[in-house]
């Protein structure tokens, strides 16, 4: 297994697009978790997935914001009609529940909204 | 709602320093754990730390969890430019299905 992955690593798009990520976990962990990072900040939590259970969502999630986990196995969060307020790098982890083993994480995906 | 305040938010020193970064809270944590994350790269675990007064050594770097579990230190010994990076204190709660909650982290900048 290569670690979390997240795709793409880039993506500049105009304000009002449509922009979709996509992460694929590890693949013994059930847990999967977004994050948002703006420049010199700590990562905010966006939500999260048990297999394919979507448990909590943030306040921070405006309705712009959808994600999914259909198979409990990869997972996609789509921004629409997209802001600048929304440029920011966005982390994926994976953990398994139960544990303290703490979140493997990508290299997130930084969007910039020009 | 849980909330940790990391400090110094910025540290530069010398190579051959000590440096010690603090992580608080009001919230108890069922456990608290520490990232060091490089630019352009996601958080990469440094350690977990589950008992209060709990210390844990990796190498230089030096962990500790406070006695009521509501804070942390982290301390580097003879930083080296390697150690140069944006540390991360992040708490778990049961109440928050131990979900993470991230401080704002402490950017370390260690020159040679």
């Known amino acids: 297994d290569t670690g979390v992955s997240q795709n793409p690593r880039h993506k500049i798009t105009k304000r009002g697009q449509n922009v979709t990520f996509r992460c694929d976990p590890i693949?013994?962990?059930?847990?999967l978790y977004w994050y948002r990072q703006t420049l010199g900040q700590g990562p905010e939590f966006l939500t999260y997935f048990q297999n394919e259970a979507q448990l909590e969502k943030s306040r921070l999630l405006s309705d712009r914001f959808s994600a999914e986990r259909p198979k409990g196995s990869f997972s996609t969060l789509e921004i629409q009609r997209t802001e600048q307020g929304d440029s920011a790098m966005y982390l994926c982890a994976s953990s398994l529940s139960g544990t303290l083993n703490g979140y493997t994480f990508g290299s997130g995906t930084r969007l910039t909204v020009v | 709602t849980q909330l940790l305040e990391q400090s110094p938010q910025f540290l530069s020193i010398q190579e051959g320093e000590n440096l010690t970064v603090y992580c608080n809270s009001s919230s108890v944590f069922s456990s608290l754990q520490w990232y060091r994350q490089e630019p352009g790269e996601g958080p990469v675990l440094l350690v977990t730390?589950?008992?209060?007064?709990e210390v844990k050594k990796l190498k230089r770097l030096t962990f500790q969890f406070g006695d009521a579990r509501k804070d942390s230190s982290l301390h580097i010994t003879a930083a080296q430019p390697g150690d140069t990076g944006l540390y991360l204190c992040?708490?778990?709660?049961?109440?928050?299905?131990?979900?993470?909650?991230f401080g704002g982290g402490t950017r370390v900048l260690v020159k040679p």
């Open positions: 730390v589950v008992t209060g007064g």
């Open positions: 992040a708490g778990a709660t049961k109440a928050a299905g131990n979900k993470l909650t």
């Open positions: 693949s013994e962990h059930n847990r």
